[in-house]
């Protein structure tokens, strides 16, 4: 179990209030919390903190597959052959559907634990006191007794009762119904999975697991059964594919049986011609292609929340990426303070430090801490009370005993706050702006300190100006995501000129505007007046942002037709988080955002989310690809054998030969999620228009080749039928896996990137494999090798042909959309 030490706690039993002490011998618990030892006694006797999920059986899952529409047209087709006195047919259907059901069994299977990999690694973390000691640990270990540690932004991660400090403000909306958040005092209980909306507290774990008020803790991956855009246009398609087959199967059957066919024949002659061109791969594509991409994803520090975002991901054309931490390297470094009513910069210094919590390793707070000359300076303190940060507030506070039991208060934070507070003469107010607008134009953030003996007012001690350096690859990431068309959008609470600082330093430009310019007095439920929209559109960066303020931005830009993503690691961004298409917790964002977002970042800075996009944009194309080959394959097939039937009045292949190419179909199509795509330089979107047209002369051009070899064989070569069917078949197998070649891209097929080893190994091997039937006569009558050298020239001269007619398509469907903007 991996745990971080994350600093020491100075509070003793003599501080706790009576009722604490009680709830803590209750629970044979301690102010130091529990031992190692004792943990893992109660974690063997109480089990893990998470609901036991129901597993289904594997094997009721794998005899899922063979029920359902598809299924259930196989096993119809299998009885008539049964029936008919049929043998090699039946045992080649049995062999199709044992062959589905094992693939479609295998991909969930893949996908399933891809998932949940990702969920492991998105597991809630709780920072728990064992040993005397503050460690992180994964909220799965808590037991009854712990002590841990409740702060701004935290799911809480089981049930407990508050022992410790001023007040915890907890959002329990989703298991009480309540709309706004409640205040929580010592000896409260808080319930897991609500979540912390202001205060800091310590608590005692109480129950547990299955033994919550909740039953189960948060989840952070998302098990909506919510289905993406772009599934439910290839699910369309899927649709779309089973009506035009179903459809001309029927006309089939109708022609056939005036003619005098056999009416079993026929029937299991048109099932297996319908089930070989329905797309019975499709979930299995769609679920392996995604969950493979996740796992690419979360190797490069980018967790998805849930599988169905790539698309939003690929096609996002806006980020709004906040400054700290993303665009500048969250390293704080305290800078030369401006002393007003301190002695000196030390006891300014000190006083900030005694306002900060070192166990919780804020970034600003460690900045100050470090910034003391001697850390010994603090042992002659006590913090009695902390109040932290929080975004309305805008400041910490603390309430301080030094050694010879003289009480104050000391705080820090905003400077306009903090000067407030102390009511300076109107000359002292303009000289602190003057220097905190100097600070600012240097790219400095400013704190204020200020401090209060009791019964006094505030007294302005100083200003602490601090540093955080735009991170080194952060320029040239902005330019490498304005080359895949994405604006990036500066989000920062700083002042303006801090702001307009380091976005010139950072090449966005100085197009900055604080956001109370759009959104003072308009409701987050309001639309902004279109010339407002437009302006927030064109700027280049927003400064004295609030989070509330970033909801609203989001709003303002999808009401202009963009994509929009936005980055956040607080509480108070989980709206923002939500309402965006791609919203991005950030690396050592709050368990309530990383709960709200698309996608959750392990590492810092902007280039993750360029290669995450980059990432998504490929995933996309190897689906677009699956769609247009999977449609023009369908149009092949059903068009040709059903015109050829009615034309030549005879079976252009048998229902073996149907089968196998099922079968030989479907393992490339499986490798396709693994296959190298162009990348698109511009967000992509789901174009059903481009694919249905692609996909329709593709599959145009196929049933004329089709045809045209069908008499070479019968005019030419003066073919038997039996023969003839087994050429068909050979020509129908190369044909459409060639076809693969050229749906898989935009360009021509022989350019970069080439397809993937995998997925060119699996064509050419079950093209060959087609090669070797027909050649040596396996359940198909032979065919001398030079008619099987034929039919792969011919393939090969008509994949061009066909080439060149999607690059003419593609062409002149760019040029129409041109002319559209």
Known sequence: MKETVIGESNSSSSTLPPMARALLDELGSG??????????????????????????????????????????????????????????????????????????????????????????????????????????????????????????????????????????????????????P??????????????????????????????????????????????????????????????????????????????????????????????????????????VTMAIGAVILARMKAILTRLESIEEMAGMDILCSDKTGTLTQNKLTLGEPAVFGAEDAQELILAGALASKEEDRDAIDVAVLNG??????????????????????????????????????????????????????????????????????KGFRTLGVARREDGEDWRLLGLLPLFDPPREDSAATIRDANEHGIHVKMITGDNIAIAREISAGLGLGTNIHTADEFFKDVPENENLRPEAADAVERAEGFAEVFPEHKFQIVKALQSRGHIVGMTGDGVNDAPALKQADAGIAVSGATDAARAAAAMVLTAPGLSVIVRAVETARTIFERMNSYAIYRITETIRIMFFVVAAMIVYKFYPITTVMIILLALLNDLPILTIAYDNTWLDPRPVRWNMRRVLTIATVLGLIGVVETFGILVIAKDWFGLTSAQMQSFIYLKLAV?????????????????????????????????????????????????????????????????????WAKLIVYRRLELKAARLH
């Open 182 to 287: 409640v205040d929580k005092k010592v000896g409260d209980a808080a319930y897991s999975s609500s979540v912390a909306k202001q205060g800091e507290m310590v608590a005692l774990v109480t129950g547990t697991g299955a033994n919550t008020y909740f039953g189960k803790t948060a989840k952070l991956v998302s098990t909506a059964k919510s289905v993406s855009h772009f599934q439910k246009a290839v699910l369309m398609i899927g649709d779309y594919l089973i009506y035009l087959s179903l459809g001309l199967a029927a006309l089939l059957l109708v022609t056939l049986l005036v003619r005098g066919e056999p009416v079993l024949t026929l029937f299991q002659f048109a099932l297996i011609l319908v089930v070989a061109a329905i797309p019975v791969a499709m979930p299995a594509v769609l679920s």
């Open 31 to 180: 102010p130091d919390g529990l031992t190692d030892a004792e943990a893992k006694e109660r974690l063997t006797k109480y089990g893990p903190n998470a609901l036991e999920e129901r597993k289904e059986s594997p094997l009721l899952k794998f005899l899922g597959y063979f029920w359902g529409p598809i299924p259930w047209m196989i096993e119809v087709a299998a009885v008539l052959s049964a029936v008919v006195g049929h043998w090699v047919d039946l045992i080649i259907i049995l062999v199709l559907l044992v062959f589905n059901a094992v693939v479609g069994f295998w991909q969930e299977h893949q996908a399933a634990n891809a998932v949940e990999a990702l969920k492991r690694q998105l597991a809630l973390k709780a920072r728990v006191k064992r040993d005397g000691k503050w460690r992180e640990i994964d909220a799965a270990q808590l037991v009854p007794g712990d002590v841990v540690r409740l702060r701004l932004g935290d799911i809480i991660p089981a049930d407990v009762k508050l022992i410790e400090g001023d007040y915890l403000s907890v959002d329990q909306s989703a298991l009480t119904g309540e709309s706004l």
């Open 372 to 441: 003391l000359d001697d850390p010994a300076d603090l042992e002659g303190y006590r913090q009695e009370r902390f109040i932290p940060f929080d975004p309305i507030r805008k400041r910490t506070e603390a309430e301080i005993e030094d050694s010879g039991g003289k009480r104050f208060q000391v705080t820090k934070g905003a400077p306009q706050i903090v000067v407030d507070m102390c009511h300076l003469k109107e000359g002292a107010v303009k000289a602190v702006n003057a220097k905190v607008n100097e600070f600012a134009a």
């Open 735 to 803: 044909a459409g896996h060639l076809t693969l070649f050229v749906a898989r891209t935009r360009r021509p097929f022989l350019s970069k990137p080439y397809t993937a080893p995998i997925l060119a190994g699996a064509i050419l091997g079950t093209q060959a494999v087609a090669a070797l039937i027909v050649g040596f006569g396996w359940l198909v009558a032979p065919i001398p090798w030079k008619y099987v050298g034929f039919v792969w020239a011919y393939c090969l001269a008509w994949v061009f042909i066909e080439d």
